[in-house]
């Protein structure tokens, strides 16, 4: 059931799914979640005893959404809400959905520590080996016992001994260990291990932790932090062993789903930048708790880290105002490799614990960027390698042993559920592959948590537990795609009316037709406006490729990488139908997990990949897509699927591309009739005369 929507009504939106609607004052927020179908778990029927449904409301100016939210704009607590604060306890800012009631507009989170069927995290380590030359290492020794004769202080003969045992030159001691030495020392009998962090770019080694007799364990972080989800491996730093995975959604989600909309909500909230840190190290923070207790680890035993994320993240994540990258020319405060201690910005692991953030390349192309392209090496072979990472802000690496060029392209979040009726993150319950019979236009699909397609036996127990919520990323380009490739909807993106009379799945939706994916409730229609958002974030994506192309010269890339978790689900093939990609042999496409993860797994395990890192990304070239005049005309040309212009001759001897059907804009047929051509491309011709 839809919401009643009435002009007048609050305007509610849900995070992290972005599901949004209108609903009357005194609307209980559990009914407001259930009618856009947000997973708001409830086992007491609403008589506030479960605690199952409990929300946090964002208070501040959410531009994007045209949304100011305040907690004056929820009701007071009430007698049941109050009762069970009493007993068993509410946490700070959470409030229970069941007994609150919407005022006025509002922002509400959906805490992912409440939700059973939360998005599924798909970011675990690869089985790489990596050569190890960490920069952190345990060296045991033991020293003389004081002696009257020989006045040196325990401090100076432990520094002694350690550079005559393992050839240190230039030693230092972090300052907090120096009133604990003697206690160690006499402790371990007069043998000690000591952590020695030496970076490759320095000829000074530090002492930065210290135990008693024989210590054999030290262990590492290597943590992307990307804008929708935040992955973390603990790694042994002694033989490399990725001793535990985990991940979690990004809570800045509720300021904001895309890069702009937090940059936009920093500029409108006087502490929106304190804010969003505070909440992205909260969660990297609580990663570590979650990797500890898997690994079995303690916090003390981790000494060193190196992290990785998108320009904005990177700000952040650091404490810096990330306002400049909000408009040209997107300046980043630091673009360098950052080397500082873990506890500099609050981050409790061992004291002495240090910290890495790889380079950025550019403003809006990030340290994850450097680290994917430090996980897959183009710059290591001699093939014209495309490495792409979809996300909200899509990153695009092109290049070879001989130049390497990157750009970034504003994709906004529709690969990602946001933007599109039915759409959510991927969580069980979600579809995520989806098929249609090109001669009846039935469809069949699989959702996450089950292996069984619809049509199958068994397929209704298989899902009982989740039910069918939404169409996830990877579904949406399928159905998109599947749609092409059936016929109901044109090389321009326009669905055919004309098959309502052939299929009950083609609906007329005002001016415009839809698709039913599915029937019942909740009923999962890709409508006109779903094909277009597709479009819109396929095409710049392209249309970023393209313009790397033509500065490498090129007309053809020999190999293509999606990196990233959302790219680990990708079919190539769907993702080539809709034009996502250049042509290429569909064999030389691949999926790369989590390659941002990988690359800083390698900075943590080798320092000497770090300095190959850096060296790289001084030599990669960055191209702005906003200042580049033939962007315009890539993007309209790439609106079409797969593309107006482009040939795609290796996708066309695997795949049975349709013929190509005129349509207008309301879904009819067109004739033999030049078709008209849309603003975007009128101003795209003129722009090539």
């Not at 009493?86 to 946490?91: I, Q, Y």
């Not at 043998?191 to 930065?208: L, P």
């Not at 042994?236 to 535990?244: E, F, I, T």
């Not at 069984?452 to 069918?468: C, L, P």
């Amino acid at each position: 059931m839809n919401p009643p929507h009435n002009i007048t009504d609050p305007l509610v939106l849900f995070m992290p799914s972005g599901k949004r609607g209108r609903f009357p004052v005194g609307t209980p927020v559990l009914d407001a979640a259930r009618q856009l179908g947000v997973y708001v778990e409830s086992v007491c029927g609403g008589r506030a005893t479960c605690g199952r449904c409990q929300i946090e409301v964002q208070e501040g100016n959410f531009a994007k959404h045209k949304i100011v939210s305040s907690n004056g704009h929820i009701s007071p607590k009430g007698a049941k809400e109050e009762r069970y604060e009493r007993v068993r306890g509410l946490p700070e800012r959470r409030r229970l959905s069941c007994s609150a009631q919407i005022l006025g507009d509002l922002v509400v989170d959906v805490p992912q520590d409440t939700v059973i069927n939360a998005q599924t995290i798909r970011k675990d380590a690869d089985t790489r080996v990596i050569a190890r030359d960490t920069a952190i290492r345990m060296c045991y020794v033991e020293i003389e016992e004081p002696d009257m004769h020989k006045p040196l202080g325990d401090v100076d003969r432990l520094k002694i001994a350690l550079m005559k045992d393992w050839g240190f030159k230039n030693l230092e001691f972090d300052f907090y260990l120096m009133p604990q030495v003697q206690g160690i020392l006499r402790k371990g009998n007069w043998a000690a291990t000591a952590a020695i962090h030496k970076d490759a770019d320095s000829d000074i080694a530090r002492v930065i932790a210290l135990w008693p007799g024989l210590k054999n364990e030290a262990y590492g972080l290597a943590c992307d932090i990307g804008s929708t989800t935040i992955a973390m491996h603990l790694v042994s730093l002694l033989s490399g062993r990725v001793a535990a995975s985990s991940g979690t959604s990004n809570p800045q989600i509720r300021f904001g789903e895309d890069l702009m909309s937090r940059v936009s909500y920093v500029m409108m909230n006087p502490d929106g930048r304190e804010g969003m840190t505070v909440a992205v190290r909260e969660a990297v923070s609580g990663l570590v708790d979650k990797v500890c207790a898997e690994g079995n680890v303690q916090r003390n035993d981790i000494l060193d880290s190196v992290f990785v994320g998108n320009p904005i993240m990177h700000h952040l994540f650091l404490g810096i105002d990330p306002t400049e990258l909000g408009g040209a020319p997107f300046a980043l405060a630091v673009s360098g490799a950052v080397r500082i201690k873990a506890s500099d910005i609050g981050l409790k692991l061992n004291q002495g614990a240090r910290l890495y953030m790889l380079p950025c390349i550019a403003g809006h192309v990030g340290a994850d960027a450097a680290a994917v392209t430090l996980s897959e090496g183009p710059h290591r072979q001699d093939e014209m390698m495309l490495i792409v990472d979809v996300g909200t802000n899509a990153e695009i690496v092109l290049g070879n042993s001989t130049r390497v060029v990157a750009a970034s392209s504003p994709t906004g979040p529709a690969f990602e559920g946001a933007e599109i009726s039915g759409g959510q993150r991927a969580a069980p319950g979600a579809i995520e592959r989806v098929r249609i019979d090109p001669d009846t236009l039935e469809p069949k699909y699989r959702v996450i948590g089950s292996e069984i397609w619809s049509d199958e036996t068994g397929f209704i127990d298989s899902v009982q537990a989740t039910g069918v919520t939404g169409i996830c990323g990877s579904g949406i380009i399928e159905i998109v795609a599947e749609m092409y490739l059936a016929g109901i909807i044109s090389e321009d993106g326009v669905v055919d009316g004309s098959l309502a009379a052939r299929s009950p799945r083609v609906v007329a939706n005002g001016r415009t037709f839809s698709y039913v994916l599915k029937e019942g409730e909740p009923k999962i229609t890709i409508t006109q406006n779903d094909v277009r958002a597709i479009q819109l974030a396929k095409a710049a994506l392209y249309a970023g490729t393209k313009l790397l192309m033509e500065k490498q010269h090129t007309d053809h890339v020999d190999r293509i990488h999606f990196a990233g978790a959302f790219g680990s689900f990708i079919d190539p093939k769907y993702a080539m139908v809709l034009g996502l990609i250049p042509d290429c042999d569909l064999d030389k496409v691949s999926a790369v997990g989590n390659a941002a993860g990988a690359g800083a797994r390698m900075a943590l395990l080798n320092r000497g990949y770090r300095r190959e890192i850096e060296e790289t990304v001084s030599r990669i070239e960055k191209i702005e897509t906003a200042l580049e005049p033939k962007f315009q005309e890539h993007f309209v040309y790439a609106m079409a699927l797969p593309n107006k212009v482009d040939p795609f001759p290796k996708l066309s001897a695997a795949v049975k591309l349709p013929p190509r059907k005129a349509m207008s804009e309301d879904g009819t047929a067109g004739d033999a009739t030049p078709r008209r051509r849309s603003r975007e491309e009128r101003a795209a011709r003129r722009g090539r005369d």
